[in-house]
């Protein structure tokens, strides 16, 4: 038992770069926590960090065992969830992945009742597109992901499974009261002479924004702002006459209200998007329960088979 544990302090130290940052994050002392990782090495017989003023640094030996670390933790908490699930409503720690449009759609709701049927659960949640999140899924940093599924250009681990859900539209975005959102038709050209917010982290619509330009020979849009923030991007659009690209689940009524999609030719584009999850974790009780949860929410929401084309898989 006290080998897991070992583990779970060993991880908390490769992520967090200290170990002081670790004891903080572990609430355990930091003394505490630097006789653990000295137990362990003693145990594998190898030094697993290189100390330094600025903290610590895998060494190759504490590379190669990261990955396998990673995944004992996840088959433990796996396990723990499934002999624990009926006794008291299961424990242990569910590290998840959460995109954008996810988080902001659906996530809330998704997570509150999941606790609420498994109060003794801690989750960790990390926001991200799949070309940040996908890659933490394989080496296992994460357990589960909703959002984006992989393009043809990612791949994914082994041990990894999708579940697809919706394929998600994305459409360019101004306030309700535009004059733009009354007109059957917007041209590049009425496009290009506008100011737009871009949310830096939709490569996908950067590419497709710019293409739909090109391909009108029109010039791009001189005044950009790109922003991480999506609650910057709507204040800008609402309030100060930008426009943007927007997944269309985040047009539903409930939170993109005072926004109008635009009737933009040669703009109609859609992604995969589901639940890709690691192994390990399949036919554990949380995990069932959150696939089930999600599903429901987007039938019950609208924001999935009503805007986006319906459920499948």
């Given at each position: 038992?006290d080998?897991?544990?070992r583990l ?17 994050h572990l ?9 653990s990782?000295?137990e362990?090495e003693?145990?594998?017989g190898?030094?697993l960090f290189?100390?330094?003023s600025r903290?610590?640094?895998?060494t190759?030996?504490?590379q ?6 990673r ?5 433990w908490?796996g ?5 624990t699930?009926?006794r008291?409503?299961?424990r242990g ?6 995109g954008p449009?996810?988080?902001a759609a659906f996530m809330?709701?998704v ?5 609420r ?15 940040i999140m996908?890659p933490?899924l394989?080496t ?5 992901y909703?959002?984006?599924?992989r393009?043809?250009?990612?791949s ?7 579940i ?7 459409r ?14 917007v ?7 506008r ?10 619509a ?8 090109q ?11 790109s ?8 204040d ?12 269309e689940p985040l047009l ?16 109609d584009?859609?992604i ?19 696939i089930?949860?999600?599903?429901d929410?987007?039938?019950?929401s609208g924001?999935?088979p ?8």
């Amino acid at each position: 038992m006290d080998h897991i544990w070992r583990l779970k302090h060993f991880l908390a130290i490769a992520e967090l770069g200290s170990v002081q940052a670790a004891a903080r994050h572990l609430n355990i002392s930091q003394p505490a926590l630097s006789k653990s990782l000295r137990e362990l090495e003693q145990h594998l017989g190898s030094a697993l960090f290189e100390r330094s003023s600025r903290g610590v640094t895998l060494t190759q030996a504490g590379q190669a065992f990261l990955a396998r670390s990673r995944e004992i933790e996840l088959q433990w908490d796996g396990a723990l969830f499934d002999l624990t699930a009926t006794r008291d409503g299961a424990r242990g720690n569910l590290r998840i992945g959460v995109g954008p449009t996810y988080e902001a759609a659906f996530m809330a709701q998704v997570l509150a009742r999941l606790l609420r049927e498994f109060p003794n659960l801690q989750i960790s949640v990390r926001t991200g597109v799949g070309a940040i999140m996908l890659p933490a899924l394989n080496t296992g940093e994460i357990g589960i992901y909703f959002g984006g599924l992989r393009s043809g250009t990612e791949s994914l681990a082994s041990e990894v499974r999708e579940i697809p859900l919706y394929d998600q539209s994305n459409r360019i975005v101004a306030a309700a009261d535009d004059p733009l959102a009354a007109m059957a038709e917007v041209g590049a050209g009425a496009l290009s002479a506008r100011a737009w917010v871009q949310l830096s982290y939709d490569s996908l619509a950067l590419e497709r924004i710019e293409a739909l330009f090109q391909t009108a020979g029109v010039p791009l849009p001189r005044t950009v702002v790109s922003t991480h923030s999506l609650g910057l991007a709507l204040d800008l659009v609402r309030n100060k006459g930008f426009l943007t690209s927007l997944p269309e689940p985040l047009l539903h009524p409930r939170l993109g209200f005072g926004l109008a999609p635009l009737a933009v030719p040669g703009y109609d584009w859609r992604i995969a998007t589901g639940i890709s999850y690691r192994t390990s974790l399949a036919g554990t009780a949380p995990l069932k329960r959150m696939i089930a949860i999600v599903r429901d929410e987007l039938g019950a929401s609208g924001l999935g088979p009503d805007l986006v084309g319906g459920l499948h898989g």
